[in-house]
């Protein structure tokens, strides 16, 4: 079963039903339970058209759900209706649907959760842990999203920013996360880049491609996480940095600075550093603050005491670092790399471990497993 192919052709699908009436809610479970007939049956028996026979089986599905509440001549209006059997048009549809889904009737932050779950493919799980919420808190604002929704024509698309904002998330799921949705975050945005003139929509994909460009030196062989201070250079993508930097730097020249223009260039700092001895700090620095003045957000703080230590040393990312919410994730990690950049290698020990119990990335918890073990062994010789 091609799980990739059936994630792929999800929002296409969705996106027939919502325009030949459907409402989203009905929508969204009726494409959910075709998905599941597809884990079922094509195994045994795969179609020649996957699209037209995910389009046809959760039109039937919503058919299906819309009878037990409808009136029979609504139903039989609806079933003269359905899709012809036969092969459908290869039309992307996902962008659109990304618009249409953060409706002006929802909320940003609900209709984001909205379209991370409907259309990202993401789980609760991971919308609520990028948004620094309980699961359940998470699981109700998307009930909610639903609701409001449900019934809603949705001619009306929503705006620019609350797309960027989940095509940012659904990246830097892709990016660090369970499920691999980097290449399309990048693929969309590079779609909205050609549609829409923005800074924004080039900040964000200058970001998109200056990180993506050093996926292949986050990994070691063994599949652990490499630091960025101690990746191979010599297989960061050159092409990608190179497009990114002139993206940013055209989206700069425009003075209409945000956020995602602000990542961009803390991402062209690091990447234009020939070594990480010889990384720009106090630059980052200056870019962190801008970054912390545009979206006052507890992960920039964090994020900013680390470079701070960087930049003055880390009793002065330690002190940076002392106002920020200790609750919040990666806090444990931040102070651990610092008390050892400090000296204070038990200190270092004890919030590497504290910090693996806390992760909720496999592949980051073995990484401060391994450093809370490393700094072990070294204060045991």
């Not at 027939?16 to 339970?33: K, N, P, S, T």
């Not at 234009?272 to 703080?301: H, N």
Request: net charge negative; glycine share 6%; hydrophobic share 45%.
């Amino acid at each position: 079963m091609d799980e990739a192919l059936l994630r792929s052709l999800t929002p296409s699908v969705l996106t027939v039903l919502v325009r030949r009436g459907a409402d989203f809610a009905a929508a969204e479970d009726a494409v959910q339970d075709a998905l599941v007939e597809a884990v079922r049956v094509w195994p045994a028996d795969p179609p020649r058209d996957a699209k037209g026979w995910l389009i046809t089986v959760a039109w039937r599905k919503f058919l299906d759900q819309t009878r037990a509440d409808s009136a029979r001549r609504r139903r039989e209006d609806r079933v003269e209706e359905e899709p012809a059997p036969g092969p459908t048009p290869a039309v992307d549809d996902t962008l659109q649907l990304y618009f249409l889904c953060a409706h002006p009737s929802l909320t940003p932050s609900s209709a984001v959760a909205l379209t991370l779950r409907a259309v990202g493919g993401l789980t609760t799980r991971q919308i609520a842990e990028a948004y620094l919420v309980p699961e359940a808190t998470m699981a109700q604002r998307i009930s909610r999203a639903k609701r409001t929704v449900s019934g809603v024509r949705f001619e009306q698309p929503g705006d620019v920013a609350t797309v960027l904002r989940v095509l940012y998330l659904v990246f830097n799921e892709g990016y660090s996360g369970d499920v691999d949705l980097a290449a399309e975050a990048i693929r969309l945005t590079r779609q909205l880049a050609d549609r829409i003139d923005h800074p924004e929509v080039a900040g964000l994909l200058a970001l998109m491609l200056l990180h993506h460009a050093r996926r292949a030196a986050r990994t070691a062989p063994d599949g652990g996480l490499v630091p960025l201070a101690e990746q191979d250079r010599g297989r960061w993508d050159t092409a990608s940095i190179a497009e990114g930097v002139g993206i940013l730097q055209a989206a700069l020249a425009r003075d209409r600075l945000g956020e995602f223009q602000a990542q961009a260039a803390i991402a062209a700092l690091h990447a234009d550093a020939p070594t990480a001895g010889e990384t720009d700090w106090v630059q980052i620095v200056e870019w962190y603050d801008e970054l912390a003045r545009l979206t006052d957000s507890p992960v920039v703080r964090l994020n900013r005491a680390v470079a701070v230590g960087e930049a003055d040393g880390p009793r002065a990312g330690l002190a940076a670092l002392a106002a920020v919410d200790a609750a919040l994730p990666r806090h444990a990690a931040a102070a651990a790399y610092l008390h050892e950049r400090d000296g204070d290698l038990t200190t270092a020990a004890r919030l590497y471990a504290e910090a693996a119990r806390k992760a909720t990335n496999l592949a980051e918890r073995d990484h401060l497993t391994r450093q809370a073990a490393r700094l072990n062994s070294r204060r045991c010789h």
